[in-house]
T-cell receptor
Framework: NAGVTQTPKFRVLKTGQSMTLLCAQD?????MYWYRQDPGMGLRLIHY???????AKGEVPDGYNVSRLKKQNFLLGLESAAPSQTSVYFC????????????FGPGTRLTVL | DQQVKQNSPSLSVQEGRISILNCDYT??????FLWYKKYPAEGPTFLIS?????DKNEDGRFTVFLNKSAKHLSLHIVPSQPGDSAVYFC??????????????FGKGTTLSVSS
């Protein structure tokens, strides 16, 4: 049982390049989330999904797109990377809506030059 | 404006003593609170939670206290151990429009426990 895994762990992009971050969970969770954490800040929600084939915007969605084609995977895309997207990205999942904890992946450290 | 605030960026405690980490929130609609612990280069891991209908929840060395009238919660670690050295995030749970639950995080408090 690997929990929540993220690929890649590190990535350096040039401004304008695109990339996709992959999140996978093996806990059969319905809900999945993408957060970003900037230095000295808490985590902020980018996008989330309440089930296969559904996605919705969070607090800071601009510049990102997401897809949830399979229940276990949640992809975060950057179409044209900008230096402001330099951050650590965390994926999380949870069993259901409500009072239960979210399980986090180890993070992807992205630098945009 | 920050809805969840951790006003102490860092805390240093000696091994065996009590660590008290504080958190304030502004939204009275929050009804569930969580504490996460984070080591460098790892994702946050869930530590303990509390519902707004309670004022205390205990799990081993960790106790969370909630004061709804003051919109304040605190995490007590007794006794503190060097392995507790990490960043601690306070989070409030809020329901999202399209189902699901978002966590609103504070900026974190770095706890250092010296032996």
């Amino acid at each position: 049982n690997a929990g929540v895994t993220q690929t890649p762990k590190f990535r350096v992009l040039k401004t304008g390049q695109s990339m996709t971050l992959l999140c996978a969970q093996d806990m059969n969770h319905e809900y999945m989330y993408w957060y970003r954490q900037d230095p000295g800040m808490g985590l902020r929600l980018i996008h989330y999904s309440v089930g296969e084939g559904t996605t919705a915007k969070g607090e800071v969605p601009d510049g990102y797109n997401v897809s949830r084609l399979k229940k276990q995977n949640f992809l975060l895309g950057l179409e044209s990377a900008a230096p402001s997207q330099t951050s650590v990205y965390f994926c999380a999942s949870s069993y259901s809506r409500g009072k239960n904890e979210q399980f986090f992946g180890p993070g992807t450290r992205l630098t945009v030059l | 404006d920050q809805q969840v605030k951790q006003n102490s960026p860092s805390l240093s405690v000696q091994e065996g003593r009590i660590s008290i980490l504080n958190c304030d929130y502004t939204n009275s609609m929050f009804d569930y609170f969580l504490w996460y612990k984070k080591y460098p280069a790892e994702g946050p891991t869930f530590l303990i939670s509390i519902s707004s209908i309670k004022d205390k929840n205990e799990d081993g060395r960790f106790t969370v206290f909630l004061n709804k009238s003051a919109k304040h919660l605190s995490l007590h670690i007794v006794p503190s151990q060097p392995g507790d050295s990490a960043v601690y995030f306070c989070a409030a749970s809020t329901l999202l429009r399209q189902a699901g639950t978002a966590l609103i995080f504070g900026k974190g408090t770095t706890l250092s426990v010296s032996s």
